[in-house]
């Protein structure tokens, strides 16, 4: 992103001002939080927005760039290949890339996903990735899945990634967690609104700016049309209920708020996944459900009821793969109550 685009926003500065010392303040005592955790996959990276521009809160957005535009090809996705079989295996990462590229669309458009997913880019449709977010590197493993799968090197600054604002401090296996994602897409930073954001002191103001300012630097890209974007919904990964021994119950996905509701709206399909080194059967597992024609359905259901829809069948892919019962607070079941107890009052 040039340097002075972040400079571009007087009227929110003037509104706002900067938050950016405060936020991390707030950012510094999660982290803390976070580290202390038994299985805390991340390491805390300073508050420096001079060598890390990212974490400056009027930074919403990290262009896509080709780390090495000169390297053909073939050793390009070869790379990524590499990367991949570290992450997975060679054994996974070749049985789920073939699962990829044989899936179809639906059963309505019977050609394969590939091809629904780069004609959309092609014909200007804006598409949404939604994974389950049961850990951290599902997301990337699917948008991984999908840059070889789909030969999507010459797409990237049409492709996204939203991200927590927080993991502008964090590190994953001795990388910035944003540059695992640059080199395959755009970084978007959004706010969402938690316990944990509330617990650690992320201030109502932040949060409004930050998502005011994500929105307006995506508003443009959608504009343009042929966007796929990945997006964990609930802006958490699913947390793991124990018993007083220490072992799972079950799971609960983390409530979905209205605001990430109505982001459906913005796109033409969604394209809902799950990924997970099952328990059940002592390996990595992957369902891809069918691809949502998210225009069509906003005909005759609203945008949380399309978005419960989604969150029900990743729950029963979880429960599939974990063995364990899932619990989803639906967003409609959320809805109804507060319009009851309305009207009572």
Known sequence: MPESQHNNYPRYRNRYGNPTPELHQAYDSWLVDMSSRDDSQFVP???????????????????????????PDILYYGGVNVKMVRSLGTTTFVRLSRQFNQQTASAED????????????????NTMAVTSHFSFTELGQFKALRFVGKKDRPNITSSGVLLNKLMTRQSYRGRKIVDLFTPLSNVYFSYPKSASAERHGVSVEATNLGNALFKKVLKPDLEKGGMEMDIALTGKQIVPIKTESGEVDHYEIPPVDQASAKLVEDFDDIIPATIINSPVTGRYEMEIGEVIDVQELLKTNSSAEIVDSIYDGIALSVEKFTGKEVDYRRITSKLARQAIELGFK
């Open 45 to 71: 990276i300073e508050f420096d927005p001079v060598n890390y521009p990212e974490q400056d809160i009027y930074m919403p957005k990290m262009e896509a760039h080709d780390p090495h535009p000169r390297v």
């Open 110 to 125: 019977p050609r394969r996903l590939t091809e629904r997913l780069t004609a959309n880019q092609r014909e200007g449709k």
